[in-house]
């Protein structure tokens, strides 16, 4: 279980990125957290592994607090997936995957293994593995990242906007992969995103953030679409949606896909 107890962050320059934050994770379950640019997501999430340390409150891990454990032992046990992969262009997928276990210790020849395993976990073929980032799809990076988010066979995984920056076709498939791979691995995932469909899809919790790194709610999807706690949130979960919601109207004969906001999304095959 991870567990915020008051957390505040206030950077050196004075920012307050955090503030008072109070969470419980649930081993086992996703927690997507949620907000505008600047809520505070991604320094809470970088709490948890101590790439952030608070400057109030305490992060607690399985009851132990954080700021006790030596950072890199700590995230020897976390998964980190970031934004745009993060790998390492001038190593091959395979290398990038087997990294950090090789650091820890493992034997070249068993990580260069496992690193092949995860391929298959993440749904990517093994004919990728010599291969360079560069070589790679978008979507394709993203999945060696998760396999290398999880090749010290992490019990936590942390994902900053894993999926951000890839088309939306690609970004559903790696949805639904990461259900299933939850679904088979039950890892207790922190994931960071600005896309409230997103995180409806993905959360078992989903913790809305606003400006000034705030909790307006914190709850499952169900309650938060039930019993919106303010008008933020009302706000939040009611314009994005809204946004995407579509719907049908006739043209010309034509049935055509329309957005919330009236823009043709495309022309329904007769
Ligand atoms: N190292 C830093 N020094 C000073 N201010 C920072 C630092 N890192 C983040 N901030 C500020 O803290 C606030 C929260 O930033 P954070 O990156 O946690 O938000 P976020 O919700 O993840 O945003 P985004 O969705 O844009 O990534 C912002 O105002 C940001 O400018």
């Known amino acids: 279980m991870i567990e915020f107890r008051g957390v505040s962050k206030q950077y050196p320059d ?33 709490m948890i592994n101590r790439m952030v340390d608070p400057t109030g409150g305490q992060v607690l891990i399985d009851g132990t607090d954080v700021a006790t454990v030596d950072p890199v032992r700590l995230r020897r046990g976390i998964g980190y997936v970031m934004q745009n992969s993060g790998l390492l262009p001038h190593r091959t997928v ?15 020849k068993q990580a260069r293994a496992r690193a092949l395993e995860l391929l298959d976990t993440v749904g990517l073929e093994r004919s990728l593995a010599d291969k360079y980032p560069s070589q790679l799809s978008g979507g394709q990076q993203q999945r060696v990242g998760v396999a290398r988010g999880l090749a010290v066979d992490p019990n936590i995984l942390l994902m900053d906007e894993p999926f951000g920056a890839v088309d939306p076709i690609v970004r559903s498939e790696l949805q639904q992969e990461l259900l299933r791979l939850q679904g088979e691995l039950g890892k207790t995932v922190v994931f960071v995103t600005h896309d409230i469909d997103e995180a409806f899809l993905l959360g078992d ?5 606003q400006q000034g790194g705030r909790i307006s709610q914190a709850a499952s999807p169900a309650e938060i679409l039930a019993a919106p706690a303010d008008a933020f949130v009302a706000d939040f979960v009611g314009a994005e949606r809204g946004k ?18 009236g823009r043709p999304a495309g022309v329904l095959a007769p």
């Open 205 to 209: 919790q989903i913790v809305i953030m």
């Open 94 to 108: 395979v290398d990038n995957v087997a990294t950090v276990p090789v650091l820890t210790g493992v034997s070249r």
């Open 14 to 46: 004075g920012t307050v990125a955090v503030e008072g934050v109070d969470i419980v994770i649930e081993p086992h379950t996703t927690t997507v957290l949620v907000g505008s640019s600047g809520s505070g997501k991604t320094t809470l999430l970088r």
């Open 244 to 261: 995407r919601s579509l719907h049908l109207t006739e043209v010309d004969g034509r049935t055509v896909v329309v957005d919330g906001d």
